[in-house]
C-alpha cells in the first residue's frame, strides 16, 4: 500500500513555512511562529494566528521563532510547528503517516539534520527526505540542475541567503551568509532608534522594508509614516522615514551578501564560471523580493542577475517537482531516513 500514501514538500524557513502537495501545489504559506502558554507549557497558536500576537502577549504568553538562521533553535516548538503543517494538510483521520520533503541550509551540520529529521518523524512523518535549499531553489527556478553545466542560485531567505553552483545534480560549490530577511529588518529597527531616537518592532521594521526598501539609492521622495515608543519620554511619537534612509540601513546586510557571492566565484572552477557568465546568476527567496537587489549586485559583480519567478516560493515548488519525479532525482539530490 505504499504506492499509496500521502507525499508532502514542506519549506520549512525562519522567517515562513509553505507546504506543497503533488498535484495540487502550494497549500499553504504561514509564518514560522509558535505562541505558547508559559503557565500550562501548551502550544496555543502556530503560524498566522500565531504571529499576530506578536508584540501584544501578557506574561503568561510567550511567542517563538522555533528556527534560528535556518536550523532548529527549539526542538519541541519546531515538532509542534510541523504537527501542526502536517495536520492541516492531511487531516486528523489521514489514511497513514505521510512521506515528508523538508528543505535544509546547505550548511547545515549532521546533529542539525537529524534533528530536523527527528522532528519531522515525531511529528507524524513515515520516511523523511531532506534536501538542500539551494538545489530545490534551483529545481523549483526551472533550472535543469541535471546538465552539465554551470547554474549559480542565491536563495536569500528568512535567516541564511546560500549562494551555491550547481553542476550534474549536485553542488560544487557553495557559501552560506547568516544574513536574511530577518537581519534586514533588524537592520531597519537598529537604524530608526539610533537616528530618531524610536523605538519599533520587527514586524513595523518588515513593512518600511516592504513598502519603500530598495538596495540601491534612488531619485525618489517616497516616505513611511513609522508610529514608534519615543525612547527619551516614553511616550507614542510618529516620524517620517525617506526611501534612501532604509537604504543606508541595510549597507552592512547587503555587503555580507556580496562577499558571500564574490566567495563562491572565486572558488568556481573556470568551465563553470564561464557558464555562469553566459547564462547569469538567479536570485530567489523572500530576500530576492528587496526592490534593485539584482541591479546592486550586476553593479558590483559584474555578472548578469535575474530574479527567478516568484522567488518566495521556488524552494518549496522544487520539493514538488522532485516529489513528481523521485526516481529522476533518487541518486543525486536527497537523503533519506
Same mark, same amino acid.
Given at each position: 500500500?505504499?504506492?499509496?500514501?500521502?507525499?508532502?514538500?514542506?519549506?520549512?524557513?525562519?522567517?515562513?513555512? &509553505?507546504?506543497?502537495?503533488?498535484?495540487?501545489?502550494?497549500?499553504?504559506?504561514?509564518?514560522?511562529?509558535? =505562541?505558547?502558554? #508559559?503557565?500550562?507549557?501548551?502550544?496555543?497558536?502556530?503560524?498566522?494566528? /500565531?504571529? =499576530?500576537?506578536?508584540?501584544?502577549?501578557?506574561?503568561?504568553?510567550?511567542?517563538?521563532?522555533?528556527?534560528?538562521? $535556518?536550523?532548529?533553535?527549539?526542538?519541541?516548538?519546531?515538532?509542534?510547528?510541523?504537527? *501542526?503543517?502536517?495536520?492541516?494538510?492531511?487531516?486528523?483521520?489521514?489514511?497513514?503517516?505521510?512521506?515528508?520533503?523538508?528543505?535544509?541550509?546547505?550548511?547545515?551540520?549532521?546533529?542539525?539534520?537529524?534533528?530536523?529529521?527527528?522532528?519531522?518523524?515525531?511529528?507524524?512523518?513515515?520516511?523523511? *527526505?531532506?534536501?538542500?535549499?539551494?538545489? &530545490? =531553489?534551483?529545481?523549483?527556478?526551472? @533550472?535543469?540542475?541535471?546538465?552539465?553545466?554551470?547554474?549559480?542560485?542565491?536563495?536569500? $531567505?528568512?535567516? #541564511?541567503?546560500?549562494? /551555491?553552483?550547481? %553542476?550534474?545534480?549536485?553542488?560544487?560549490?557553495? !557559501?552560506?551568509?547568516?544574513?536574511?530577511?530577518?537581519?534586514?529588518?533588524?537592520?531597519?529597527?537598529? *537604524? @530608526?532608534?539610533?537616528?530618531? %531616537?524610536?523605538?519599533?518592532?520587527?514586524? #513595523? =521594521? +518588515?513593512?518600511?522594508?516592504?513598502?519603500?526598501? %530598495?538596495?540601491?539609492?534612488?531619485?525618489?521622495?517616497?516616505?513611511?509614516?513609522?508610529?514608534?515608543?519615543?525612547?527619551?519620554?516614553?511616550?507614542?511619537?510618529?516620524?517620517?522615514? !525617506?526611501?534612501?534612509?532604509?537604504?543606508?540601513?541595510?549597507?552592512? +546586510?547587503?555587503?555580507? @551578501?556580496?562577499?558571500?557571492?564574490?566567495?563562491? &566565484?572565486?572558488?568556481?572552477?573556470?568551465?563553470?564560471?564561464?557558464?555562469?557568465?553566459?547564462?547569469?546568476?538567479?536570485? %530567489?527567496? $523572500?530576500?530576492?523580493?528587496?526592490?534593485?537587489?539584482?541591479?546592486?549586485?550586476?553593479?558590483?559583480?559584474?555578472?548578469?542577475?535575474?530574479?527567478?519567478?516568484?522567488? &518566495?516560493?521556488?524552494?518549496?515548488?522544487?520539493?514538488? +517537482?522532485?516529489?513528481?519525479?523521485?526516481?529522476?532525482?533518487?541518486?543525486?539530490?536527497?537523503?533519506?531516513?
Amino acid at each position: 500500500m505504499e504506492f499509496l500514501r500521502q507525499r508532502i514538500g514542506i519549506d520549512l524557513g525562519t522567517a515562513n513555512t &509553505l507546504v506543497f502537495v503533488p498535484g495540487k501545489g502550494v497549500v499553504t504559506s504561514e509564518p514560522s511562529v509558535v =505562541a505558547v502558554s #508559559t503557565a500550562q507549557n501548551e502550544v496555543l497558536a502556530v503560524g498566522d494566528e /500565531a504571529k =499576530a500576537m506578536i508584540g501584544r502577549t501578557p506574561e503568561d504568553i510567550t511567542v517563538f521563532r522555533p528556527l534560528k538562521d $535556518g536550523v532548529i533553535a527549539d526542538f519541541r516548538i519546531t515538532e509542534a510547528m510541523l504537527k *501542526y503543517f502536517i495536520t492541516k494538510v492531511c487531516g486528523r483521520l489521514r489514511f497513514g503517516r505521510p512521506d515528508v520533503m523538508i528543505s535544509i541550509p546547505a550548511g547545515i551540520t549532521s546533529t542539525e539534520r537529524r534533528a530536523v529529521i527527528d522532528a519531522a518523524v515525531k511529528a507524524g512523518a513515515k520516511e523523511v *527526505y531532506i534536501v538542500k535549499e539551494p538545489v &530545490l =531553489a534551483a529545481v523549483g527556478a526551472g @533550472i535543469p540542475i541535471h546538465d552539465a553545466h554551470g547554474n549559480m542560485i542565491i536563495d536569500i $531567505g528568512g535567516g #541564511t541567503s546560500e549562494v /551555491a553552483v550547481i %553542476s550534474l545534480g549536485s553542488i560544487v560549490v557553495c !557559501h552560506s551568509a547568516r544574513v536574511g530577511g530577518d537581519k534586514f529588518d533588524s537592520a531597519i529597527a537598529d *537604524y @530608526i532608534k539610533r537616528k530618531y %531616537s524610536l523605538a519599533i518592532g520587527d514586524r #513595523t =521594521a +518588515e513593512e518600511m522594508k516592504k513598502a519603500i526598501g %530598495s538596495a540601491l539609492i534612488q531619485q525618489t521622495k517616497e516616505v513611511y509614516e513609522v508610529h514608534g515608543r519615543d525612547l527619551m519620554g516614553g511616550m507614542p511619537r510618529t516620524v517620517s522615514v !525617506h526611501a534612501n534612509e532604509v537604504t543606508e540601513a541595510l549597507q552592512d +546586510e547587503l555587503r555580507e @551578501i556580496i562577499h558571500a557571492i564574490k566567495k563562491v &566565484l572565486r572558488e568556481t572552477p573556470p568551465e563553470l564560471a564561464s557558464d555562469i557568465m553566459d547564462k547569469g546568476m538567479i536570485l %530567489s527567496g $523572500g530576500g530576492a523580493l528587496l526592490r534593485n537587489l539584482d541591479q546592486l549586485i550586476i553593479q558590483t559583480i559584474g555578472v548578469p542577475c535575474y530574479p527567478a519567478d516568484d522567488p &518566495l516560493r521556488c524552494v518549496v515548488r522544487g520539493t514538488g +517537482e522532485i516529489l513528481d519525479n523521485l526516481d529522476q532525482y533518487k541518486r543525486t539530490v536527497f537523503s533519506k531516513k
